[in-house]
């Protein structure tokens, strides 16, 4: 089971995105380090996702008119393919629909992975539909009016 916190090394949890997205940046030339992705994310509502009390991954959100924007997902790759995306996908929808109450009704979960992403094929099987793309990503939304199954 997992569970989310407020994540405050963010420097760590640069680290990490680091790792796991460098494959797609020298892919598309991104030059981007930790320090680049830290000064990203800082201001956005960062997670730390904990699997039994241990730190596995980083979840950041933010919230724009009437859609929660995932801006990130990110697992340790020791952790990968053990379910934790999925969780927390669920705690996305939990926790966007408790931001319902908070601001204005959210309707929609956004978010953009690149194509070449296995993610792609975790977001697709919750629900995630892509409403448009480039030659980079896909840009998909999820309704929150769905039910999860």
């Known amino acids: 089971m997992i569970e989310l916190s407020a994540a405050n090394d963010l420097a760590s949890a640069a680290e ?7 494959p797609y940046y020298k892919k598309y030339g991104l030059n981007w380090d930790s320090q680049t992705i830290l000064t990203m994310t800082e201001d956005l509502d960062n ?3 904990l699997l ?3 730190p596995v991954g980083v979840l ?3 919230f724009k008119d009437d859609s929660c924007q995932l801006r990130d997902l990110q697992v340790d790759s020791r952790f990968q393919n053990k379910g934790i ?7 996305v929808v939990r926790i966007a629909k408790q931001a319902s109450f908070k601001l204005i ?3 929609f979960i956004e ?8 993610a792609v094929r975790l977001y697709q099987a919750f629900g995630f539909s892509v409403v ?4 980079r990503f896909y840009y998909m939304q999820f309704e929150l009016g769905k039910d999860l199954s």
């Open 105 to 107: 009704e959210l309707k």
């Open 52 to 54: 039994n009390g241990e």
């Open 60 to 62: 950041r959100l933010s």
């Open 132 to 135: 448009q793309q480039d030659d």
């Open 47 to 49: 997670h730390q996702i």
């Open 16 to 22: 990490l995105t680091l790792r796991n997205m460098q």
């Open 85 to 91: 995306g999925k969780q927390v996908l669920s705690e």
């Open 111 to 118: 978010l953009k992975v690149f194509k070449i992403s296995p």
